[in-house]
C-alpha cells in the first residue's frame, strides 16, 4: 500500500507570493492532518480535515487556508507569504479523523524557502 | 495547559550503548494519549507507540522500550543496543481527549548514534 505522498517536496517562493502544497492520504484514509515544522517553534498542528470538512484548527492566521476533496487529497494554501513561513509542512493521514482514534501516518513533508 | 518537554536537546552516544530519551508531560486530562515518533534525516515523521493514560505498563519491541509513569509525569523512551540507523530526531506527543485530538509535541531530542 502506497504511503502517504506530497507534493512538490521543495519549492522556493518570494515574500507576498503566494503557495499551494498538496497530499495524497493512503488509500482508504479519510482524514487528513496538516503540521508545520520550524526550528525555534518545533512542530505545530495546523489543521485536520475529515469528510472534505476542517475538523480542527490550530493557532495560525488566517493567510493559511485548507481544503479536501472528495477522494481525500488535501491541499494547504498559504498567502502572502512571509519569511516566517518558510518551513517543513508535513502532512498525516488516519483512517478516521483524530489522533485518539488512529495511528496518524505521516508524509516526507513539503519544504518551504520563502526569500 | 497540556506541555510536553523534552529536555535533552542533543545526545550522542557510541554505537551498541543503551541510551534513554527523556518526555515530561502536562495535563489537567485524565484521559490522554502518548506518542513517540522517530524523525530520520529524510524528514519523514515514523510513528513508533502510542500509550493511552490508563495503561500503565511498560512495553517493550525489539530493541525499543518505552516507561510510563502517571506519578512522575514521564513517558520515557530507551533505545538498548543503539545502531547508527537510530540516529535521528525523536519527538514525544500528547493528545488529550477533550482537546479535539490536537497532538502537542515537543522540541524533540535528536540522537546521534556514533559508529
Known amino acids: 500500500k502506497a504511503g502517504v505522498t506530497q507534493t512538490p517536496r521543495y519549492l522556493i517562493k518570494t515574500r507576498g507570493q503566494q503557495v499551494t502544497l498538496s497530499c495524497s492520504p493512503i488509500s482508504g484514509h479519510r482524514s487528513v492532518s496538516w503540521y508545520q515544522q520550524t526550528p525555534g517553534q518545533g512542530l505545530q498542528f495546523l489543521f485536520e480535515y475529515f469528510s472534505e470538512t476542517q475538523r480542527n484548527k490550530g493557532n495560525f492566521p488566517g493567510r493559511f487556508s485548507g481544503r479536501q476533496f472528495s477522494n481525500s487529497r488535501s491541499e494547504m494554501n498559504v498567502s502572502t507569504l512571509e519569511l516566517g513561513d518558510s518551513a517543513l509542512y508535513l502532512c498525516?493521514?488516519?483512517?478516521?479523523?483524530?489522533?485518539?482514534?488512529?495511528?496518524?501516518?505521516f508524509g516526507p513533508g513539503t519544504r518551504l524557502l520563502v526569500l | 495547559a497540556q506541555k510536553v518537554t523534552q529536555a535533552q536537546t542533543e545526545i550522542s552516544v557510541v554505537e551498541k550503548e543503551d541510551v534513554t530519551l527523556d518526555c515530561v508531560y502536562e495535563t489537567r486530562d485524565t484521559t490522554y494519549y502518548l506518542f513517540w515518533y522517530k524523525q530520520p534525516p529524510s524528514g519523514e515523521l515514523v510513528f513508533l507507540i502510542r500509550?493511552?493514560?490508563?495503561?500503565?505498563q511498560n512495553e517493550i519491541s525489539g530493541r525499543y522500550s518505552w516507561n510510563f509513569q502517571k506519578s512522575t509525569s514521564s513517558f520515557n523512551f530507551t533505545i538498548t543496543a543503539s545502531q547508527v540507523v537510530d540516529s535521528a530526531v525523536y519527538f514525544c506527543a500528547l493528545s488529550e481527549a477533550d482537546r479535539d485530538d490536537k497532538i502537542i509535541f515537543g522540541k524533540g531530542t535528536r540522537l546521534h548514534i556514533l559508529p
Open positions: 500509550r493511552n493514560s490508563f495503561d500503565e
Open positions: 498525516a493521514s488516519s483512517l478516521v479523523s483524530g489522533a485518539l482514534k488512529e495511528t496518524q501516518y
